[in-house]
């Protein structure tokens, strides 16, 4: 692997936006309604990033989105019992035992944030694919590349996907005939996660149909992330042969190859 990095630095704050939209938002409900209503605001809050968590949970089984959902939905009962909030309760010791309760759960997720599995992998695997891609051409063209056929069984296609879903490597979109494995970007899954009608022809993506074609796509953003004019039709070979390389280390039991290989990509914890 390249040291150098042939993607542009990212300075996106995407990610840290929820977080930040809250705390202007609560200092703007103490300051005009009181502290009480600042209560009801916050338990609102954590209840609706709670729904969404167990909302992507379930769309990609990753043990980061339960960690989450689970301490966003200690902490919704805990603000909740704070004395003259939601459950109006008249002292402090439900919201005492609940706050304690909590603390196991914030535990558990900043292990999943330490270990990555809080995080989608679409930097790393640019970065991947750009590795062995040297030479500068062609600028970026707008229509997927075929990227030869490889010989799985749907079985295999599938388990590969669950497995890419639940690691966030990509999110799974599946067709009657084929898998979309669609590359994401840290800051970027909200687009995805919360609209499951998302048009994907414009997105960066590997697809394996079940006779054993696989085709690349990658979108214009994700090219222009780049430093210099990669060219495009290696990237996108690059970019097939990568996951094709990642499904014979799955059918042959070596997912954690996988991870460890992701894991060597120098990236922040929210790029």
């Known amino acids: 692997m390249n040291a150098y990095s042939k993607l542009k630095p990212d300075r996106s704050i995407a990610g840290l936006l929820p977080a930040f939209f809250t705390l202007a938002g609560c200092l703007l409900m103490a300051m005009i309604f009181g502290r009480d209503s600042m209560a009801w605001f916050v338990t609102m809050v954590f209840l609706s990033f709670s729904i969404l968590s167990f909302s992507s949970f379930f769309r990609t089984r990753s043990i980061g989105y339960l960690a989450s959902a689970c301490y966003l939905t200690m902490g919704t009962v805990a603000l909740a019992s704070i004395p003259g909030s939601v459950f109006g309760l008249p002292d402090r010791s439900v919201y005492e035992i609940m706050r304690a309760a909590t603390l196991p759960f914030i535990a558990w997720l900043i292990y999943v944030m330490v270990t990555k599995k809080v995080k989608w992998r679409g930097r790393e695997l640019l970065e991947l694919a750009a590795d062995p891609v040297d030479r500068l051409g062609n600028g970026f063209t707008e229509r997927p590349r075929p990227s030869g056929s490889v010989e799985y069984s749907r079985n295999e296609i599938s388990g590969f996907a669950d497995f890419c879903g639940r690691h966030l490597i990509v999110l799974p979109h599946r067709e009657s005939d084929r898998i979309y494995f669609v590359i994401i970007r840290m800051g970027k899954e909200f687009f995805h996660l919360w609209n499951p009608g998302r048009d994907i022809s414009r997105d960066s993506w590997v697809c394996f149909d079940f006779e054993g ?14 430093r210099d004019d990669l060219e495009f039709d290696k990237l996108c070979a690059s970019l097939g042969d990568l996951f094709v390389e990642f499904l014979e280390m799955h059918t042959s039991r070596q997912e954690t190859r996988i991870i460890d290989r992701l894991n060597k990509v120098r990236t922040g914890w929210f790029s």
């Not at 074609?213 to 780049?226: H, L």
């Open 213 to 226: 074609k696989v085709s690349v796509n990658i979108s214009r953003d994700d090219y222009y992330e780049y």
